[in-house]
């Protein structure tokens, strides 16, 4: 394609429709100047877009008889004119009197109307008399004037009656003024045909396209200026999940495609469910002031909808009840276990979840639980915190399963390499277990831990079959896939980190 | 979780063979004491005991009783004895009956001890008052010269200011109320008997003070140090079982050094046997199926490789038939209430790496909650409308959730111990939460668009817990021309979403502007608010902009969704 000059553009374009025109048509069409014109011309001759010809035109124009004949018409016209307002006849005497012409006018227009047959003129009792019978009707020459009063007229756009005119006026003194001009022309090609259809040649360039251009056509013949791909822009911030939440999502979603439902239950408990039916003594230290946020007012909830399980579990705990253990020894108190405290473990869900009508045995079980504990809040240590644990529970449910269990979580969940298993201990689970899980990159890390159930947890609230109860670590693990080695970050309230924090 | 010091040759030698010095081997052999390795600097090795019920391993004494077994270079029970009365009597005062009743007592004779000895002899002790013995209350211990004493023993009181004496490593005497009033000890523990008008004293026949329990010993009688060899023990507490096995426990731990345990009678003048020996170190029987420990563990194991892991765990047989097995249970472990925590030793002993382990094969759906899944829409939507999530502690403060939202302070579910003054109360709402997030972020681009879905918690007596926890949305708008329009396009997008038609009340509420808030109606119930935020609360905020926002009540939403 070849580069077309501006001016070159414009040209083809105005010949676009007509194919043909003259220099004077282009600056008149595109304002162009006729140099400018002319040199433009050149150039797309010389690429065989347009031919040029020169022609020579014959111009006629007014001269200053003829402009003044503009004005008063042809004398013998003003003749005829006076004679059919005397009637139609008038003598030479008279005429000279009355018609205002001048003398020599008046030769001049006798003579042309009596060529034109407008008149008769003869001689009555010695004096020369005129008669004109009707105004006829406009001759050519008349019609010619009028073709000039607008300006030079082309000789050869003159038609045959017309050019008569013309010879008429000219045997005139200063009527008619010819001359000539050299026309050029120039014509498109249709190579040049082929080069306008082409041409999205700039006329104006612009930095955006906007719905004006689209919807008037300019869109064809601007030049949408080219993208400066380094250039910066401005950042967005989409709407966005909270990181640490939303890994909290994947990981529910993955428990409960291991066919795990959620549990649910309230932040304030009873100190019955999140410690006594966990067989947690009463004095034991981690229900202290240290570990645990008691409620400052009221004191108490209220415990009568568990009516014969708290009999059972403070039996339990003082000698063992029914279960076949000896129990804890010391005297229960009631009062005590109806205290109000924030949930420190999520386990009391289980037990909720244990006691509730709507248990299903067997049962697989998990939630994502926030738990409260007395702490100061630094760099690895909240005051609160989600405790993801859970149940399972069926009727030949063994330590075997128990183990099957912690290993698909590391798996599933921690994408662990290997898993290693430690004994542990919970107040409320024997055996225990605790799951260490090895992954490259990262080393070995406690995930998680668990353990079945003791008898005097599940025989007073009215559980025979056993449960395997189970609990994760995944602050950690989130921290070590975020990279984060401040575990307030989870809860960070710092937006910068949040929006160019990527998707984990 | 009990971190244990000892000095690793120490351990060896109680232990009896090489240990290897790795982190990682040592890891496995402490394995069997549910313990790992803390910290190994030079000689000392600090390990950490998973087990807050087992203080049987709360010292290097205990942890190598263990190992031997584990390793095999000793199998079965270890038999502790009473070599023989020591013909002491401890005499206790009636009034003690109603401050702290109980007191028990053993006599170990010949004990090798030196510094290391000494050390862990302490650090058990500390470990013993502050878990099992509940930070003195349940039970405390004390250590004494037995040679330097004369018996019988007086378990008696004291009024206050009746009594002097020197208190360990301290210079001069002091009365028992001078030491609860000044000595660092009596300041820890006075609260335990504090408010009696006769406190608990020890003394001997000659009337010199053994120790004020629990708060100190005499510095005279009750310091322990390489050249003593016959060390009484004494535990003073509430509950007696309890004593008893703390008792059981030290003088065990003596007896590994080499102490022959000789028994104390305690003579009470209130309870239900009015002469006691002690201590107590004699094994209980209880039966073992193995058909139990083969259905508890998933295994199936012979009568005879229990018996054998049994033994291994430190248990003796007295009878073993075919489904039966008469289990010996030293009297270290003190944490043995069920068949099931012999059932774990066997598992322990078996290896829980020699299990496999087996996914259970239970045919369950998984499901989240509905709660779940209408608030995981709710967070959709309004991530969709370009807001970023923002996850804030549910704990606060009033000044917090009224001060300084200009709001009259109101009852919120608050704690009696918090740690720290920043958090002392569960939030009620969550505006506030955003507001201080906003706060933290002054210095980032605007404009700034935030939500969060969370829990907020109110009084409700009709509640067993006397309280309500209700799911709430909240959100914040952020900008120079933020304004009640956008907000409240904001509301309408969210609603359409979820299908729930809405509508608008004007009311009032101090956090909002006069006049640009108002409630949002579903049906007849208050749903939530909406507004602009009032200038004086934004400037409580050192905020600089208008925000607009809203907070809904999502459970009553939930209720009204179709889905």
């Known amino acids: 394609m070849v580069e077309l000059h501006s001016l070159e553009v414009k040209i083809l374009q105005a010949l676009k429709s007509e194919r043909r025109l003259s220099i004077d048509d282009l600056e008149e069409k595109t304002k162009i100047s006729i140099d400018s014109i002319s040199r433009a011309s050149l150039w797309l001759a010389s690429k065989n877009l347009v031919s040029i010809e020169e022609r020579e035109e014959r111009y006629v124009r007014l001269g200053s008889e003829g402009e003044r004949f503009l004005e008063t018409g042809l004398p013998e016209r003003a003749l005829v004119g006076f004679i059919l307002k005397a009637e139609g006849k008038t003598s030479y005497d008279q005429l000279t009197r009355l018609s205002g012409f001048k003398n020599e006018e008046i030769d001049i227009a006798i003579g042309w109307a009596k060529k034109k047959g407008w008149l008769r003129v003869f001689k009555e009792r010695g004096k020369t008399v005129l008669e004109s019978k009707k105004p006829f009707e406009v001759g050519s020459d008349e019609r010619v004037l009028e073709l000039l009063s607008g300006g030079p007229v082309l000789l050869r756009n003159l038609s045959p009656a017309l050019l008569e005119g013309l010879n008429l006026l000219k045997r005139r003194p200063d009527v008619i003024v010819s001359s000539r001009k050299i026309e050029r022309f120039v014509t ?28 008037s056509g300019d869109w064809r013949v601007v030049k949408l200026r080219k993208y400066d791909l380094t250039a910066p822009v401005l950042r967005i911030w989409p709407g966005k999940k909270q990181p640490y939440r939303r890994f909290l999502d994947v990981l529910k979603e993955r428990l409960v495609s291991l066919g795990f439902k959620e549990m649910e239950g309230p932040l304030v408990e009873l100190m019955f469910l999140n410690c006594d039916a966990l067989f947690m003594p009463q004095d034991h230290p981690a229900r202290e002031i240290h570990d645990i946020y008691f409620v400052k007012a009221p004191l108490h909830g209220d415990l ?3 009516g014969q399980i708290v009999k059972k579990v403070k039996a339990a705990h003082e000698n063992g009840w029914k ?35 709507d248990l299903d045995i067997p049962g697989k079980y998990f ?25 399972i529970l069926g009727k030949e449910l063994t330590f075997r399963n128990l183990l099957g269990v912690l290993e698909k979580f590391a798996v599933e969940i921690a994408e662990a390499d290997k898993v290693v298993f430690r004994p542990d201990y919970f107040p409320f689970t024997e055996p225990s277990v605790e799951l260490s899980a090895y992954k490259e990159g990262y080393g070995w890390v406690e995930f998680g831990g668990a353990g079945i159930f003791r008898p005097e947890v599940t025989l007073p609230l009215g559980i025979s079959v056993p449960v395997i109860a189970w609990g994760l670590g995944v602050d950690r693990l989130f921290m070590m896939k975020a990279e984060i080695d401040d575990i307030r970050t989870l809860f960070t309230q710092d937006l910068e980190w949040l929006r160019k924090k990527r998707i984990v | 979780m009990p971190t244990i010091e000892a000095s690793f040759g120490d351990l060896e030698r109680l232990v009896g063979v090489k240990l290897p010095k790795e982190a990682g081997k040592l890891d496995d052999l402490l394995y069997y004491v549910k313990g790992q390795v803390e ?9 950490e005991i998973k087990d807050g019920n087992r203080p049987d391993l709360w010292n290097v004494e205990g942890i190598a009783r263990c190992l031997r077994l584990a390793i095999g270079v000793e199998g079965g029970l270890r038999s502790y004895a009473i070599e023989d009365s020591s013909k002491i009597k401890v005499l206790v005062d009636s009034r003690l009956e109603k ?4 007191i028990a007592c053993s006599i170990l004779k010949n004990v090798k001890l030196d510094d290391d000895v000494i050390r862990g002899l302490m650090h058990l002790q500390d470990k013993l008052d502050q878990t099992y013995g509940r930070n003195r209350r349940r039970a405390s211990i004390g250590l004494y010269n037995f040679d330097l004493i004369e018996p019988p023993l007086r378990y008696t009181v004291a009024r206050p200011t009746e009594v002097s004496f020197v208190p360990l490593d301290a210079a001069e005497e002091m009365t028992l109320e001078e030491i609860l009033r000044k000595h660092p000890k ?10 009696h008008r006769y406190l608990p004293i020890l003394m001997d026949k000659k009337n010199r003070v053994l120790s004020f329990p629990p708060i100190i010993n005499s510095n005279d009688l009750g310091k322990i140090t390489e050249n003593v060899e016959n060390v009484l023990v004494e535990v003073t507490g509430t509950i007696f079982q309890n004593l008893l096995n703390t008792l059981t426990i030290v003088s065990l731990s003596l007896a590994d050094r080499g102490g022959q345990i000789y028994s104390v009678e305690v003579d009470y003048p209130y309870g239900k046997e009015k002469r006691v020996i002690t201590p107590k170190i004699e094994s209980k029987l209880m039966v073992l199926r193995p058909s139990y420990v083969n259905e508890v563990l998933g295994l199936n194991l012979k009568t005879e490789t229990v018996a054998e892991l049994l033994k291994k765990a430190g248990y003796g047989i007295a009878g073993s038939r075919r489904d039966e097995i008469t289990v010996i249970v030293p009297c270290s472990r003190i944490d043995i209430m069920h068949s099931v925590d012999i059932v774990e030793d066997v598992a322990i002993m078996f290896g829980y790496n020699s299990i496999k382990p087996e996914w259970p094969r239970l045919a369950t759906v998984g499901s989240v909650s509905e709660r779940e899944v209408f608030s995981n829409l709710v967070r959709e939507v309004m991530v969709g409308l370009g807001f970023q999530e923002v996850l804030c502690f549910s704990m606060s403060t009033p000044q917090i959730l009224f001060d300084m939202m200009n709001l009259e302070r109101s009852p919120v579910i608050e704690v009696s111990n918090p740690r720290t003054l920043t958090y002392t109360c569960l939030r009620n709402w969550l505006m506030p939460s955003l507001m201080e997030f906003l706060g933290h972020n002054t210095h980032m681009e605007y404009p700034q668009k935030v939500f969060e879905v969370g829990e907020c918690v109110v009084f409700d007596e009709k509640n067993e817990t006397k309280s309500q926890e209700i799911r709430k949305l909240a959100c914040l708008i952020v900008h120079s021309n933020s304004n009640f329009s956008e907000i409240k396009a904001t509301l309408d997008s969210l609603f359409l979403n979820l299908g729930i038609e809405y509508r608008l009340e004007e009311t009032d509420h101090r956090s909002f502007i006069d006049g640009r808030v108002a409630k949002v109606l579903i ?10 935020i009032d200038p004086a609360v934004i400037q409580e905020w050192k905020l600089r902009n208008p925000i607009a926002g809203f907070e809904i009540n999502l459970d009553i939403l939930l209720q009204k969704a179709k889905f």
């Open chain 1, 188 to 215: 498109l090609t249709d190579k040049g045909l082929g080069a306008v259809e082409k041409i999205r040649a700039p006329v104006k360039e612009v930095s955006q396209l906007t719905p004006e251009l689209i919807q």
């Open chain 1, 304 to 306: 009568s909808a568990y």
């Open chain 1, 323 to 357: 279960t076949g253990s000896s129990g804890w020894g010391y005297e229960f108190s009631v009062l005590e276990a109806s205290r109000l405290i924030l949930r420190s473990q999520g386990t009391a869900l289980s037990v909720r979840t244990l006691i509730s009508k």
């Open chain 1, 367 to 391: 939630s994502i639980a926030r738990c409260y504990r007395p702490d100061v809040v630094d760099k690895s240590h909240l005051t609160e915190f989600n405790q993801v644990e859970g149940i």
């Open chain 2, 39 to 47: 910290s190994f600097e030079g000689e000392m090795l600090k390990v």
């Open chain 2, 99 to 102: 401050i702290r009743p109980y």
């Open chain 2, 186 to 195: 009596g300041l820890q523990y006075g609260g335990i008997i504090g408010k």
């Open chain 2, 523 to 532: 049906g007849n119930r208050e749903a939530g608010i909406v507004g602009e």
